[in-house]
């Protein structure tokens, strides 16, 4: 949700998933990346991001994952994945992306 750094109860389906194979793979690393849309100006938006990120690490955390795995960072707008220009892009951009 546009700024909002709350796991929507479909997510919390998915992560459970991540967690579980994090607590049986307690090595591996993974970053945690948060990214928004571009409203709103660039400083709130890597606020905005970092507490989107560190609330999925939170939530991987509190369900087993090993903490010092995890690397969270806020990227802001600054990686979008569709147009700013639409509602539709700009709820595609509002996002948490776990890599390995």
């Keep these: 949700e546009p700024g909002q750094a709350v ?3 479909e997510a919390k389906v998915t992560i459970d998933k991540i967690a579980e194979i994090m ?3 307690s090595d591996y690393p993974m ?3 948060g990214h928004t849309d571009s409203q709103g100006n660039d400083e709130y938006n ?3 991001s970092q507490r989107r990120a560190q609330a999925v690490a939170d939530y991987l955390v ?3 994952a090993n903490a010092s ?3 969270v960072k806020g990227y802001g707008e ?3 994945v569709a147009d700013n220009g639409s509602k539709e892009g700009r ?3 509002r996002r948490v992306e776990l890599r390995h």
Excluded: D, R, V
């Design 7 to 9: 796991l929507k109860p």
């Design 23 to 25: 607590k049986l793979c």
């Design 31 to 33: 970053e945690i990346g």
């Design 46 to 48: 890597m606020g905005l």
């Design 62 to 64: 509190s369900h087993g």
């Design 69 to 71: 795995n995890l690397t």
């Design 78 to 80: 600054t990686h979008p």
């Design 91 to 93: 709820a595609a951009n």
